[in-house]
């Protein structure tokens, strides 16, 4: 079975472009989870979506960031302008949602994102 | 407070002995789930093994296995006979009953010596 894919793996990109990260959750999951990682802040949650509907975004750092699932397929996390600060790995999850060993999340192998 | 607590950033076992890596947690929700992931140096986030906080027994997964405390509030990871391979960051994780949020904790970074 397909794990959850992510697109780009790596992506370097000059400050004030647009970098658009993408995502396919696993098939049947119906939660997903986009997470950034880095080494001051450790792993922080961003957004999350159940039933394609975005629950908490708390954790979007600014208005920079924003994140779409247009469809249970697929999600987008799209950082406009993009900062050298937003240099980070990006980790995309999925999930099925209800209550239970089969709640655990399954992540994606991450974007690494460069910004100059 | 933290949800999830590792107070170890790192540490150290030799090939083949168990280690433990501690993991506790804070949370006035009943229901819970307890999870560890593996961050090997390739970056993927592997997932171990689950604890849900009304089992009664200890969570097991080949040589992982949880040392789960509920009075204590803790979870700890228990690794048997430690391998090369086993060298990775290991990341304790939390979800409550009311939210489908994880919580994670900062991690333990292990490294098996040969």
């Known amino acids: 079975d397909a794990g959850v894919i992510q697109s780009p793996r790596h992506e370097v990109t000059e400050m004030g472009q647009e970098v658009t990260l993408r995502c396919k959750p696993i098939?049947?999951?119906?939660?997903l989870f986009w997470y950034r990682q880095t080494m001051m802040r450790g792993l922080e949650l961003l957004i999350y979506?159940?039933?394609?509907?975005?629950?908490?975004d708390s954790g979007m750092p600014e208005d920079r960031f924003s994140a779409k699932m247009p469809n249970a397929s697929f999600s987008t996390l799209k950082i406009q302008p993009s900062e050298p600060r937003d240099s980070a790995v990006y980790f995309c999850?999925?999930?099925?949602?209800?209550?239970?060993?089969?709640?655990?999340?399954?992540f994606g192998p991450g974007t690494r994102l460069t910004v100059l | 407070a933290q949800k999830i607590t590792q107070t170890q950033p790192g540490m150290f076992v030799q090939e083949k002995e168990a280690v433990t890596l501690d993991c506790t947690y804070d949370?006035?929700?009943?229901?819970?789930?307890l999870f560890w992931y593996k961050q090997p140096s390739s970056g993927e986030m592997i997932f171990l093994i689950y604890?849900?906080?009304?089992?009664?027994q200890n969570a097991t997964e080949g040589r992982y296995s949880l040392n789960f405390q509920k009075a204590r509030k803790s979870a700890n990871l228990v690794i048997s006979a430690s391998q090369l391979g086993d060298s990775a960051m290991y990341f304790c994780?939390?979800?409550?009953?009311?939210?489908?949020?994880?919580?994670f904790g900062t991690g333990t970074s292990l490294t098996v010596i040969p």
């Open positions: 999850a999925s999930s099925l949602w209800q209550w239970g060993p089969t709640d655990t999340q399954y």
């Open positions: 098939s049947g999951h119906n939660s």
């Open positions: 979506f159940n039933n394609n509907v975005p629950i908490d």
């Open positions: 949370t006035s929700d009943p229901s819970y789930g």
């Open positions: 604890q849900g906080s009304y089992d009664q």
């Open positions: 994780a939390m979800r409550e009953n009311t939210g489908n949020q994880f919580y």
